[in-house]
């Protein structure tokens, strides 16, 4: 044991000496990244010599009650592990404050007492060995260096945790006020700031800048930190906030780091379309309309401002069990407001509408009140079921299939107040099914076919109802045309199924390639009647008219349904975090969303390569073989670098059947985030069995933020044709 004792005063007395050396030469010290994996222990060891400080000041204290023997020996312990956990604890500290990101001057109050706190700890064992009879000596000494390790810890705990931590629950009226929210608040106030201060400020505030950022406030978010603003407006994908939070958890650029409270996909969605819309941190809730996209986003996890909020309902809530139910990745229902009965349901991506979610909101077709089906490919039969939900005082029906036809059973939605019609075929005829509701207030007919003589009259002959034309554009302006869109419902074609395209605005040309290519405006070729397809194929498509600038070019990846093997077997498991439906996934013929790659439409691989096996019952002629994969570059999401298929009787007797090495993007493409595929075609032969490899980019290129790391592969279908 003296031995042991010895060993620890030795140590305790070399690392203050290293210390205090190393505080006078701080500005030259540089640290291997193992030294500052060490540093990052100083919050897990610095409970210990606080806690036997403590001790130590009640032993002695009470040390008239303890046998003088006994007492001397495990006081004098108790000192010695106090002064080298004491010191050790400083030491980390010193590496972990070398990270940098945190307030200069508190930092060194910090690291200064927690020094002093370390000599005085080891003063205390000194002084005790030379004479444990100097009682108001080393009664003065504990009591300073408890002292000493309060005033260290403020600092510390004000470094992780910001100034006032201690006393913010008691300041509670204030942080309410700062919370409150109306219609004239900004979005980024209501629904912005509340997700960066749950994910952000505690790393990036006044008292602990990482990165040089603070957050805390809007002036210093737009200053940004050592690397330049954290967002670009209208260029999210270029946008440091968006890049980090795309990135892989393990990765050391991730944010928030990994182990700290993440960013659901709500949230990321939202912050992506708020930067990209411009990012404007001063626009009023009231001036977006109720079918933006912003507010419709925001809508799923902040609870924004509505007229109806006051109102109130006479009928009973659904149980909070039966909107879980019926809310998915593609269908929110939610109440208007915390302890409203009333209920809205939001319907999102076209490609992923499913009618029997709107079927089953006939649950609670008594609380729906707002129903936004804006985008979604609703027909004139639907209508039938929209019926039901008697209590609607918002439908949103924009760039939906609705007719005049289906709006003669409006009549049934005593209570509509609000009706958006904008980018559908319905005319002027449409006026005489939903002017006859007694309740409505304003119709929303921009992009249909009601002109705006039409739109004028109807306004003069109803004035009780706002008929909104949205933008109306000067004679001289010139506008930009929006990117072509397709008819198709899904990107998965039939046999003889073809591509359609189309633009809401007459007389349009439309100029499209399937080469991969971007069509230009001149001598790409003009789309005239429905493209046909073989395996896969990729439309670039973009609209042009004299007087108009040309619009954007849109893309859009297609594949042939092919034969269907009869089952799938997984060689390599994918990622734990992208399993997916398993191998099933491959070939249920439910296409991803590249925005989306964690959903289970997914089967991510990284540590090992993409292998498996497919299963026929019959021995299947096959002359092509596609694969659909996901490329979001900034996420590290990238094409196979190497492909092999397999082919043969059974998975034993297999042989090499193409080989094949994809274009890997460039400089260039490090934007694209997009859903594409690759055509391999074999010579055409009969087998029973198939065996598919393709292998992830192992290291990424130069020009990526992650060079050097490994990429991703995301794979969701394979097609036999």
């Not at 977006?288 to 507010?295: E, W």
């Not at 349901?345 to 490609?351: C, H, I, K, S």
């Not at 090992?608 to 092509?624: G, L, N």
């Not at 009787?649 to 890997?664: E, G």
Request: net charge neutral; aromatic share 10%; charged share 25%.
């Amino acid at each position: 044991m003296k031995l042991f004792q010895r060993i620890l005063s030795s140590l305790s007395f070399f690392i203050i000496v290293m210390l205090l050396f190393l505080l006078f030469f701080q500005n030259k010290v540089s640290l291997p990244p193992s030294i500052q994996a060490v540093g990052r222990m100083h919050p897990l060891l610095l409970h210990l010599p606080i806690g036997l400080l403590v001790i130590s000041f009640i032993l002695w204290i009470g040390k008239k009650n303890i046998e003088a023997s006994s007492f001397q020996k495990i006081f004098i312990l108790v000192l010695q592990v106090t002064a080298f956990t004491a010191s050790l604890t400083a030491l980390m500290g010193f590496f972990l404050s070398r990270e940098g990101g945190y307030d200069e001057n508190i930092l060194l109050k910090h690291k200064v007492l927690g020094i002093i706190t370390a000599i005085l700890s080891y003063a205390l064992l000194l002084i005790y060995q030379a004479d444990p009879e100097k009682k108001f000596l080393f009664g003065t000494a504990v009591t300073l260096s408890l002292i000493v390790m309060v005033i260290g810890s403020h600092f510390g705990s004000t470094l992780t945790h910001g100034e006032g931590f201690v006393w913010q629950p008691l300041q509670g009226e204030e942080e309410i006020e700062e919370q409150r929210i109306t219609d004239s608040s900004s979005l980024f106030a209501a629904a912005v700031r509340p997700i960066l201060k749950s994910k952000c400020f505690s790393c990036h505030n006044e008292r602990k800048a990482k990165g040089e950022l603070i957050m805390t406030t809007e002036e210093k978010i737009l200053e940004g930190g050592k690397n330049g603003p954290i967002w670009k407006s209208g260029d999210a994908l270029n946008s440091h906030i968006i890049q980090n939070i795309d990135l892989p958890e393990e990765d050391k650029k991730h944010m928030p780091p990994k182990g700290k409270p993440q960013l659901s996909q709500d949230e990321r969605d939202f912050l992506f379309a708020w930067i990209q819309s411009g990012a404007d941190m001063k626009r009023p809730l009231k001036s977006y309309s109720d079918d933006d996209t912003l507010k419709i986003l925001a809508s799923r996890f902040v609870h924004l401002p509505d007229e109806q909020i006051e109102k109130e309902y006479l009928f009973a809530a659904a149980p909070f069990s039966l909107l879980e139910k019926l809310s998915g990745a593609f269908c929110s229902v939610f109440p208007l407001s915390q302890y409203s009965p009333a209920l809205q349901a939001d319907f999102f991506v076209r490609e992923k509408f499913d009618r029997s979610k709107l079927d089953e909101l006939s649950k609670v077709k008594e609380q729906l009140v707002v129903l936004n089906l804006g985008n979604m490919p609703v027909t004139d039969a639907d209508m039938k079921t929209i019926n039901q939900f008697t209590n609607l005082e918002k439908l949103i029906l924009n760039n939906s299939a609705i007719t005049n036809s289906g709006l003669n059973e409006i009549k049934k939605l005593k209570r509509l107040r609000s009706l958006s019609l904008a980018g559908t075929k319905v005319d002027k005829n449409a006026a005489e099914s939903f002017l006859q509701l007694d309740s409505l207030k304003e119709v929303f007919i921009w992009n249909t076919n009601i002109s705006p003589a039409e739109a004028e009259e109807l306004q003069k002959q109803y004035k009780r109802i706002v008929f909104n034309r949205g933008y109306v554009p000067d004679d001289s302006e010139i506008l930009t045309l929006t990117p072509p869109a397709i008819k198709n419902e899904e990107f998965i074609l039939n046999a003889n199924e073809t591509i359609d395209l189309k633009h809401q605005v007459p007389g349009v040309t439309i100029r499209y390639t399937t080469d991969g290519s971007d069509p230009d405006s001149t001598s790409s070729p003009v789309y005239s009647k429905p493209i046909s397809t073989n395996g896969f194929t990729m439309i670039k498509a973009r609209a042009v008219r004299t007087g108009w600038y040309s619009s954007p070019t849109a893309a859009f990846s297609f594949f042939k349904k092919g034969l269907r093997p009869t089952r799938a077997e997984l060689i390599n498991q994918p990622n734990e975090k992208y399993r997916g439906e398993g191998a099933v996934t491959l070939t249920d013929l439910k296409k991803g969303l590249a925005e989306s790659h964690g959903d289970a439409t997914w089967l991510g691989f990284r540590e090992k390569p993409f292998a498996a096996f497919f299963y026929f019952d019959t021995a299947q002629t096959v002359s092509s073989i596609s694969i659909s994969y996901n490329k979001s570059i900034q996420a590290y999401l990238m094409p196979p670098l190497e492909i092999e298929i397999w082919g043969g009787d059974n998975k034993n007797k297999l042989k090499l059947l193409k080989k094949a090495f994809p274009n890997q993007p460039t400089k260039e493409e490090k934007d694209a985030v997009i859903v594409e595929g690759i055509k391999l075609d074999i010579d055409p032969s009969a087998y029973k069995c198939f065996k598919i490899i393709a292998k992830n980019v192992t290291k990424l290129p130069a020009w990526h933020p992650g060079k050097g790391d490994k990429g991703w592969l995301f794979i969701d279908e394979i097609f036999f044709n």
